[in-house]
């Protein structure tokens, strides 16, 4: 795989998400694109799109600032993965094997390519409203990626960090 180092940029952080669409709904890259011009946006606001099959994409390039994360852009690389959503449209992590397999291998080159960058979910970077240090699930302002990223990639992270979540 090739490496992903490709911005001068200060990369704090690689934010997953999900598409927040139905499983097994096909979904795309370029899909994501439309729908991020309709809404405004300039491009596509995640830098890569992990799709059904396992196909990365690229959408914004990494030398430009994302638009997936209200006041972390700047310092971060945005990942989304097609799904998101059950059947019934409810929050689920929906990634199949594939998309796991290509996340997995796709964060692996980014961390040596950004060893100091925390791997984390949107929902993660949810205001600590009740001001206890941590993020708990009463105060995700979204659920998205629909699963725990700082402990599924928890070999990942870098030094720094306790019990899976980020001191900053």
């Known amino acids: ?3 992903y180092k490709q911005t001068k940029r200060t990369i704090s952080f690689i934010i997953l998400h999900c598409s927040a669409t139905r499983e097994n709904q096909h979904f795309t890259v370029a899909d ?3 729908w991020h011009l309709q809404r405004g946006f300039v491009d ?3 830098h890569l799109v992990v799709e059904q099959d ?3 994409s690229a959408g914004r390039p990494l030398t430009s ?3 997936h994360c209200r006041n972390h852009n700047r310092n971060s690389i945005g990942i989304c993965y097609v799904g998101g959503l059950d059947k019934d449209g409810h929050p689920a992590d929906t990634r199949n094997e594939a998309q796991k397999k290509s996340l997995c291998e796709l964060l692996t080159q980014l961390h040596q390519d950004y060893p100091k960058a925390i791997i984390l979910g949107h929902r993660d970077l949810s205001p600590d409203l009740n001001g206890d240090g941590k ?3 009463n105060e995700y302002i979204k659920r998205c990626p629909c699963f725990d990223a700082m402990v599924e990639y928890a070999d990942l992270q870098p030094a720094g960090l306790w019990e899976g979540k980020p001191i900053w």
């Open 1 to 3: 795989m090739s490496s």
């Open 135 to 137: 993020i708990t699930p």
């Open 54 to 56: 396992g196909t990365i």
């Open 32 to 34: 994501i694109k439309r």
């Open 65 to 67: 600032i994302g638009a």
């Open 44 to 46: 596509c606001g995640y």
